[in-house]
């Protein structure tokens, strides 16, 4: 290590005084003039990754769904996951160190992690089209370079990509080729194929519109288009060419507010789906002729390729067990048709795509989603050896087709992190398959109305939760005033947690009307009169 370098450079990138960041939900998040610092500190800790697993690290610079003027930093694990829990412990110590103790914290961290100095690191490095983020990887670059890491700076990039190339590095391109373009052609490739028999020339043009959050999703759709069927019709609305990054608009928004994102006009009964800012979130929806809005969130995009995946298997007839992941999000609609009337078992996680990826790893086929459209399907190994296998070699042809399809699905789904273009590519591919309106899909079952609100409070750590983030341990006295408040209506559900990526406090209700879950009569759900 050159000590000098480090010293010089880390006073280049100095720490403002007092702050104290957390690597959270989704790694660290905050104004992005606060983040100069942090940016260059994992750089650093990205290179001690890299030569502690002799893997290739990813430093993806986002915000995803926060504001524009917000930004961020996650670090990509070798497979393509997120960040192992004790080096997000690391991240914490490194990005909060004194500067003069950074040395000591590199050293301390090289010693419990038995980072062999001498090993190469590489390190690739992205960011989002947030006017912060070009400058902000420039100071990843620093703390890589200061290190004597090498690194690949792809630019601009959708995070789900970035997991995507992180993986075909250290898979030597067994994954897929480890460029844009590769990412492209995977997902392209097994979309025709798995839409052969539907989308035939001269068909009728499959039209869906895509509010893009005025972020990177554009960019990169404009790149794909050209590799899709053209009978695949999409409209790319919000696509950054003006307007303010989710603002307004992008997944987040519409899940949340439960109402069209600005930018798109919504003819009743038309598809439209919208990405958030980085382009790893997706949420479909519709107007019906009343003009009545429909959201179609994570929960019926998980019982959507649920299904389909299970009538696959069925038809291939092999028993391979399915799990599905959800968190405390979830709609108690989508849980209930899924335990009681697909027969799937349903787990419960922490929010963050970080523990649901964990937990959906248990099974032959892990189907992750959260409810506001980060999600995606684990093949395990064996279970994808099997398919294949089967999809070379079955002699009955009914079975071989089915695990064509399924080795189509392995292909177009990114396994390493939600992504809201190959999901979108399933979800539209399925669509077709089965013959499916976006009004059929949404009918699969009811959902109970739900709202979700943002509380503002001085410290929101001092709340702590259990259950899967479903009950509140402190502050004390608060979970006992949301039970009183949740027994008095049916099918009500309640809670409150911090959140990872936001300085707010989230609180979510559901009840078996609209009213009920906004917790209008008797008593209210929205706010509790505890001192936080
Ligand atoms: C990130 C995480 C998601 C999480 C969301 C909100 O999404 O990747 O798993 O649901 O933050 O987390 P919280 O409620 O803790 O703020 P994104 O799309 O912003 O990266």
Partial sequence: ????????????????????????????????????????????????????????????????????????????????????????????????????????????IS???????????????????????????????????????????????????????????????????????????????????????????????????????????????????????????????????????????????????????????????????????????????????????HLIDGDKIATLISSFLKELLSEVGENLKIGIVQTAYANGSSTRYLEEVMKVPVHFTKTGVKHLHHKAQEFDIGIYFEANGHGTVLFSKAAEMKIRQLAKEETDGKKRKAAVMLENVIDLINQTVGDAISDMLLIEAILALKGLSVQQWDAIYTDLPNRQLKVKVADRQVIDTTDAERRAVTPLGLQEVIDDLVKKYRFSRAFVRPSGTEDVVRVYAEADSQGRSLGRGQGSLSVPHICL
């Fill in 111 to 293: 010693h419990r992690e038995a980072v062999n100095l001498q090993q190469k690191a590489m390190i690739v490095i992205g960011r989002d089209t947030r006017p912060s983020s070009e400058k902000l990887s420039q100071s990843v670059i620093d703390g890589v370079s200061v290190l004597g890491g090498q690194y690949h700076d792809y630019g601009l990039v959708t995070t789900p990509q970035l997991h995507y190339l992180v993986c075909c590095q250290n898979t030597n391109g067994q994954y897929g080729k480890a460029t844009i373009e590769g990412y492209y052609q995977k997902l392209s490739k097994a979309f025709v194929e798995l839409t052969k028999q539907t989308f035939r020339s001269g068909d009728e043009y499959r039209a869906l519109k895509i509010d893009c959050a005025s972020g990177i999703g554009a960019l990169k759709l404009k790149e794909m288009e050209c590799y899709l069927p053209r009978e695949l019709s999409l409209h790319l609305f919000n696509d950054g060419t003006k307007g303010k990054l989710n603002h307004l608009c992008g997944a987040d928004f519409v899940k949340s507010h439960q109402k069209p994102p600005l930018g798109i006009e919504v003819k009743p009964n038309e598809r439209c789906c919208s990405f958030d800012g980085d382009a790893d979130r997706i949420i479909y929806y519709y107007n019906d002729a009343d003009g009545r809005f």
């Fill in 1 to 108: 290590m050159d000590v000098d370098a480090v010293n010089k450079f880390s006073s280049l990138h100095a720490k403002p005084n007092g702050l104290i960041l957390q690597y959270g939900t989704a790694g660290f998040r905050t104004k992005a003039y606060h983040l100069d610092h942090v940016m260059y500190r994992m750089g650093l800790l990205a290179v001690l990754r890299s030569k502690q697993t002799k893997s290739t690290i990813g430093v993806m610079v986002t915000a995803s769904h926060n504001p524009e003027e917000d930004n961020g930093v996650k670090l990509i694990d070798p497979l393509g996951e997120m960040l192992a829990p004790s080096w997000e412990e690391h991240a914490t110590h490194l990005a909060n160190a004194e500067e003069q103790d950074i040395q000591a914290v590199l050293a301390e």
